[in-house]
T-cell receptor, first 113, second 110 residues
Framework: DTGVSQDPRHKITKRGQNVTFRCDPI?????LYWYRQTLGQGPEFLTY????????KSRLLSDRFSAERPKGSFSTLEIQRTEQGDSAMYLC???????????FGEGSRLTVL | EDQVTQSPEALRLQEGESSSLNCSYT??????LFWYRQDPGKGPEFLFT???AGEEKEKERLKATLTKKESFLHITAPKPEDSATYLC???????????FGKGNQVVVIP
């Protein structure tokens, strides 16, 4: 296991469709984070898990967004009824507990037409 | 809410021309300040963590310093491969999220 992997790397969808992204963290990391990044901006926090428990959610995470981490391993981020404003890079990161040293994946770029 | 402001937004340097990037922050109870490097189309890559004023960390041509209100990332004699966006982030004792700035986009010209 060499790092955080995300799938798919790119997704183009039509407005109103649902999309799901998957993240596989570094195996020994118990924390998993989702961030969103748009062009020219820094990453914005969406949510984080410690093991299987979702412990924090940002106000940015509307009810169209849902994240899961069953069994404390991989995680999925689903966006329902996508809107053009959802177009962004969705970044997943993992870490050991009590460290801010996040290891990021390559990201999943979403384009909503 | 934690706030991070980075300046300058963009910087063009000649190879070998040293410079500094600034990260000003407002946070209630700083737990840590982080520097990341991000290449186009890729996720951020961790560089440094600083915890208290006066602390310094070095890695190759990069040196990060921290005061009570800001951090600097000094790039000494940069090379073209140092071209990237450098992101600064902070975390406080009240939560476990990193609050990022917009980044400093650095281009080093051969």
């Amino acid at each position: 296991d060499t790092g955080v992997s995300q799938d798919p790397r790119h997704k183009i969808t039509k407005r109103g469709q649902n999309v799901t992204f998957r993240c596989d963290p570094i195996s020994e990391h118990n924390r998993l984070y989702w961030y969103r990044q748009t062009l020219g901006q820094g990453p914005e926090f969406l949510t984080y898990f410690q093991n299987e428990a979702q412990l924090e959610k940002s106000r940015l995470l509307s009810d169209r967004f849902s994240a899961e981490r069953p069994k404390g391993s991989f995680s999925t981020l689903e966006i329902q009824r996508t809107e053009q404003g959802d177009s962004a890079m969705y970044l997943c990161a993992s870490s050991l507990e009590n460290t801010g040293e996040l290891f990021f994946g390559e990201g999943s770029r979403l384009t909503v037409l | 809410e934690d706030q991070v402001t980075q300046s300058p937004e963009a910087l063009r340097l000649q190879e070998g021309e040293s410079s500094s990037l600034n990260c000003s922050y407002t946070v209630s109870g700083l737990r840590g300040l982080f520097w990341y490097r991000q290449d186009p189309g890729k996720g951020p890559e961790f560089l440094f963590t600083l915890y208290s004023a006066g602390e310094e960390k070095e890695k190759e041509r990069l040196k990060a310093t921290l005061t009570k209100k800001e951090s600097f990332l000094h790039i000494t004699a940069p090379k073209p491969e140092d071209s990237a966006t450098y992101l600064c982030a902070v975390t406080n004792y009240g939560n476990n999220r990193l609050a990022f700035g917009k980044g400093n986009q650095v281009v080093v010209i051969p």
